[in-house]
């Protein structure tokens, strides 16, 4: 580092070591001989010893050295004279992950030939707002990226302690579920409860045999899955780290041969909380892709045409409220990094949004605007099936107004006994007499009543109105 080896007296003093019964020297070189010039070879090929390819590299390596100016020629040619003393370079400096410590540095100014990174530039950009990695990366990447930060912060070339703001551990993604029946000796299937961790079964102390099940025969009853052919027999559902050895490694190229870049992308997102462990699920590949399949049929006939029914005409109320929920919703999961929640709020507009007769122009490109971080080719298609002519990546993200989702109607559920029987729509506020009185007092649920005794009307304003008759 030549900051640091400025401190260093010039010519630096050797330090002795004895190796093998041989005294060798330590030698720094001089801030004049820094950087160190690496070879210029076609290819670093690993050794195969367990050192550095450099190692192998002998012109760069034996060399004539001069202590005082830190030059060098290779030891292949005669001594010159003076001060120069054999040497072999050290290949082995620093850690194999220095270089990657800091790159966030380099990233701010690349080209600079004069200085790691422009002071200026750096106060600008840094700290780094989030930063996301797995636990492994974070101990090989982020601990050493800090240690390297601080040493920078200390001899004066970055101005913050701390490269990075904030962390974020994105959770694994394990295999698919693997279904296990246990079975006794004489092939009863055995609960897995009644199996110990040493694959004994508790009654018998008889060791229980394993046989995998396919996902078709379980059931999932609660929190436990059961054999579909005996649900009163619980199986063993477990995901495992994938890894070639167990077989359940899922090849990203063959998802997006099958089903498309966007339902991986959005899979993905979708499978659960960004920080947690999280099966993975062709069947849940199949959904999202089932979900793109209605996005697009929403926009586009089958022969390629835009659908009629999207039109240049003024949204009405159910419509905003619809798209400017979604917006709120959609920005806030994006902001928080929860994407699977951001998803199912989308899924939520897309079944909105067939139910509606006409769907206004102005809305159906905000909800596309929507899609495109999650989806972002399908997104492109339709916004140019939109009309549009150049990229949505430039266009500015959809803000949402808190009037639009205030409701003036809200859907009451009617309930007789218990069971849904039909959905009225009542203004909101009014409170369980008004409820109950505009509720009874409608012709369907008059006709749900006739010839029955009402014994109680059970009201939450808003929400419910059952009706308990006999």
Not at 345 to 354: H, S
Not at 376 to 403: M, R, V
Request: aromatic share 10%; glycine share 6%; hydrophobic share 40%.
């Amino acid at each position: 580092r030549a900051t640091a080896a400025a401190k260093l007296p010039v010519p630096p003093e050797p330090v002795t070591a004895v190796i093998d019964g041989e005294t060798r020297y330590a030698l720094p070189l001089p801030t004049d001989a820094l950087p160190l010039q690496l070879p210029d070879v076609q290819s670093y090929e690993p050794t195969g010893t367990g050192e550095s390819p450099l190692a192998a590299i002998t012109e760069w390596l034996e060399i004539w050295h001069d202590p005082q100016t830190g030059a060098a020629v290779p030891a292949s040619q005669p001594q010159p004279a003076g001060h120069w003393v054999r040497a072999r370079r050290e290949t082995n400096t620093m850690p194999q992950w220095a270089g990657s410590c800091w790159y966030y540095l380099r990233f701010i100014d690349p080209h600079n030939a004069n200085a790691l990174i422009d002071p200026a530039k750096e106060k600008y950009w840094m700290n780094v707002d989030l930063y996301v990695g797995g636990a492994e990366h974070s101990v090989l990447h982020l601990l050493y990226a800090r240690f390297w930060h601080k040493v920078l912060f200390d001899i004066g070339v970055v101005s913050t302690k701390e490269p990075f703001r904030k962390l974020v551990h994105q959770g694994m993604i394990l295999g698919e579920m693997e279904y296990v029946l246990y079975r006794d000796g004489s092939g009863n299937p055995v609960s897995v409860e009644q199996v110990q961790s040493d694959n004994t079964i508790k009654s018998s102390g008889e060791k229980a045999v394993a046989e995998k099940l396919n996902e078709d025969e379980t059931e999932k009853r609660g929190d436990a899955f059961v054999w579909r052919e005996n649900p009163a027999i619980r199986i063993e559902a477990k995901s495992y780290k994938m890894s070639k050895s167990r077989g359940n490694v899922i090849n990203p190229d063959r998802v997006v041969e099958d089903y498309g870049a966007d339902a991986l992308r959005l899979y993905e997102m979708f499978m659960g909380p960004l920080e947690q462990m999280k099966p993975w699920s062709m069947k849940g590949v199949e959904g999202v892709y089932r979900f793109l399949n209605r996005v697009w049929r929403l926009f586009v006939e089958e022969d390629g045409r835009l659908m009629p029914q999207i039109q240049d005409i003024e949204p009405g109320k159910d419509e905003m409220f619809h798209l400017h929920a979604t917006i709120k919703k959609v920005s806030e999961d994006i902001e928080n990094m929860r994407f699977n929640t951001a998803i199912a709020q989308m899924m939520t507009f897309v079944n909105e949004a067939n139910k509606w007769r006409k769907c206004p122009r102005s809305v159906m490109e905000t909800f596309v605007l929507l899609l495109s971080p999650f989806a972002p080719h399908i997104a492109e298609e339709l916004w140019e099936k939109l009309g549009h002519t150049t990229s949505l990546a430039y266009e500015n993200w959809p803000q949402f107004d808190e009037k639009y989702l205030v409701q003036d109607e809200s859907e009451v559920v009617i309930q007789v006994n218990g069971k849904l029987r039909y959905k009225l729509s009542l203004p909101v506020g009014l409170d369980k007499a008004a409820t109950e009185k505009m509720a009874m007092e409608t012709d369907r649920v008059q006709e749900l009543i006739v010839g029955k005794t009402v014994v109680k009307i059970i009201v939450i304003p808003d929400r419910l109105v059952n009706i308990v008759v006999r």
